[in-house]
């Protein structure tokens, strides 16, 4: 059984910054594939960023490349996603997501998903 539990989201004012996390249980969280998606109001799912399981590898989608920041802490099975410079249109229901062997920015090719946490940021 593979549970994810995100946190971190709230309101912030733009520019301003939040980190997200998702704590993982379960033993298989070293060997996942890990990504974080949103979705915003009245839009489909999108990809955010991922990572391997090791951490050598990152992808970012490029509305966000240069101000969010994916990473892991395997011994705590956590994922993080520190966001800087907010904008208004990066307010959604923020998700975090895990599959095994290798990165996807589909939302389909991941098989584990938490319940989301809502980040809002006010211009």
């Known amino acids: 059984q593979v549970q994810l539990v995100e946190s971190g989201g709230g309101l912030v004012l733009a520019v301003g910054s939040l980190r997200l996390s998702c704590l993982v249980s379960?033993?298989?969280?070293?060997?996942?594939?890990m990504g974080w998606f949103r979705q915003g109001p009245g839009k489909e799912r999108e990809f955010v960023a991922a990572?391997?399981?090791?951490?050598?590898?990152?992808t970012y989608a490029d509305s966000v490349k240069g101000r969010f920041t994916i990473s892991r802490d395997n011994a705590k099975k956590t994922l993080y996603l520190q966001m800087n410079s907010l904008k208004p249109e990066d307010t959604a229901v923020y998700y975090c997501?895990?599959?095994?062997?290798?990165?996807?920015?589909?939302?389909?090719?991941?098989?584990?998903w938490g319940q989301g946490t809502q980040v809002t940021v006010s211009s």
């Open positions: 997501a895990a599959r095994p062997y290798y990165i996807s920015k589909s939302a389909e090719d991941y098989a584990y």
């Open positions: 990572i391997n399981s090791i951490g050598s590898s990152i």
């Open positions: 379960g033993r298989t969280f070293s060997t996942f594939v």
